[in-house]
């Protein structure tokens, strides 16, 4: 199973997370299959910013890792996004998190995301998903990770915030 990161914390947050999951949606070669719920959290890194929404989308796809991530790229760029400074504001952030049990380290591209394990707001809408999915390099449970974290973890659940507006019957790719 593919898991895919999302978040943004410039503009109308929700709308884009909303957009972004459409889009990918309605690549013939991605389908969409499960989302998390929507979290807003605080920034990491550089923390005089907005607060950001985050969420977990699982897809299936066709394209491999490498294309998956073009792809990722260019709905980014389709968003405004400019990579400017590293953990700064974002229009549209999509990482691949997970791409199956598969373990890739080339230039540019990292699954699983390097560091999926230390932040709640990739961690705890992965739980909502799979809480049992195992890490393939630390062989530990997403549940388990995100248990490790402690107990208070800057994260608050968006209620009624859906990435998926409408069941999509498609065969898996």
Not at 16 to 42: F, R
Not at 114 to 123: G, I, Y
Not at 147 to 168: A, C, Q, Y
Request: hydrophobic share 45%; charged share 20%.
């Amino acid at each position: 199973m593919i898991y895919i990161g999302i978040g943004a914390n410039l503009g109308n947050r929700e709308k884009t997370l909303q957009d972004a999951a459409g889009i990918l949606d309605a690549k013939p070669e991605i389908a969409v299959v499960a989302a998390s719920a929507v979290y807003e959290t605080a920034p990491i890194g550089v923390i005089d910013q907005p607060y950001f929404l985050n969420a977990v989308l699982q897809v299936h796809t066709s394209l491999s890792a490498r294309s998956l991530l073009n792809c990722l790229l260019a709905i980014e760029r389709g968003f405004g996004r400019v990579r400017q400074t590293r953990w700064g504001p974002r229009t549209l952030d999509l990482d691949i998190l997970f791409y199956g049990d598969t373990v890739i380290n080339q230039p540019g591209l990292q699954v699983p995301h390097p560091h999926l394990h230390e932040r709640a707001f990739v961690l705890i809408p992965l739980c909502d998903l799979n809480p049992d999915l195992k890490h393939p390099v630390l062989d530990q449970s997403i549940q388990f990770l995100t248990d490790s974290l402690g107990m208070d973890l800057p994260v608050r659940k968006i209620e009624g915030l859906n990435l998926i507006t409408r069941t999509r019957r498609q065969q898996i790719i």
